[in-house]
């Protein structure tokens, strides 16, 4: 198994930079790697990946997801077979750190080779920094979801605290 580990800080709050990072059909605006991404629901995804002449399509299941602090996938397919996990640490009001750790195996010399020669971890580092220009070029996220999975499976979403009941009365 091949671990790659990847860090960024990136200029926009924590909520922003997870939020944009659920909008998974954007990957492919500012990742070069990700030529196309399909929600099959909200749990599972179908990506196409191409680098030079090497492509590959796979399903990928979010397996853990909490708004603003981490999301676990692993791919459905068992060759090649890998997990993840992206997480979000708020270090200024204005500021979050990003962490992104992805373990894959090795299946027949293509795979070997790839990361041997460190392609893996050349494109992760890549791919963050193109993250990076592209959330704090906009600023703002395009879209979010916001909801919890646990185990692969989707979790209500958390209740919005009750407003408050006080009549607020004219002021003049």
């Given at each position: 198994?091949?671990?790659?580990?990847?860090?960024?800080?990136?200029?926009v709050?924590?909520?922003?930079?997870?939020?944009?990072?659920?909008?998974?059909?954007?990957?492919?605006?500012?990742?070069?790697?990700?030529k196309?991404?399909?929600?099959?629901?909200?749990?599972?995804?179908?990506?196409?990946?191409?680098?030079?002449?090497?492509?590959?399509?796979?399903?990928?299941?979010?397996?853990?997801?909490?708004?603003?602090?981490h999301?676990?996938?692993?791919?459905?397919?068992?060759?090649?077979?890998?997990?993840?996990?992206?997480?979000?640490?708020?270090?200024?009001?204005?500021?979050?750190?990003?962490?992104?750790?992805?373990?894959?195996?090795?299946?027949?010399l293509?795979?070997?080779?790839?990361?041997?020669?460190g392609?893996?971890?050349?494109?992760?580092?890549?791919?963050?920094?193109?993250?990076?220009?592209?959330?704090?070029?906009?600023?703002?996220?395009?879209?979010?979801?916001?909801?919890?999975?646990?185990?692969?499976?989707?979790?209500?979403?958390?209740?919005?605290?009750?407003?408050?009941?006080?009549?607020?009365?004219?002021?003049?």
């Amino acid at each position: 198994m091949t671990t790659v580990e990847e860090v960024v800080e990136v200029a926009v709050p924590v909520r922003t930079a997870y939020n944009q990072w659920t909008q998974f059909k954007s990957f492919p605006r500012f990742m070069s790697a990700v030529k196309r991404v399909e929600q099959i629901n909200p749990a599972v995804t179908r990506w196409v990946i191409g680098i030079g002449p090497l492509h590959r399509e796979f399903k990928a299941e979010i397996v853990e997801q909490r708004p603003d602090s981490h999301l676990v996938w692993q791919s459905l397919e068992r060759s090649p077979y890998h997990r993840g996990t992206v997480s979000f640490r708020s270090v200024a009001p204005d500021r979050t750190v990003m962490t992104v750790r992805i373990e894959t195996t090795r299946r027949g010399l293509r795979d070997a080779v790839t990361n041997g020669l460190g392609v893996t971890r050349r494109v992760v580092r890549a791919e963050l920094r193109n993250f990076k220009e592209y959330i704090e070029g906009l600023g703002e996220e395009s879209g979010a979801w916001r909801a919890s999975i646990h185990n692969g499976h989707v979790l209500p979403l958390e209740p919005e605290p009750p407003r408050s009941r006080v009549p607020r009365w004219p002021v003049g």
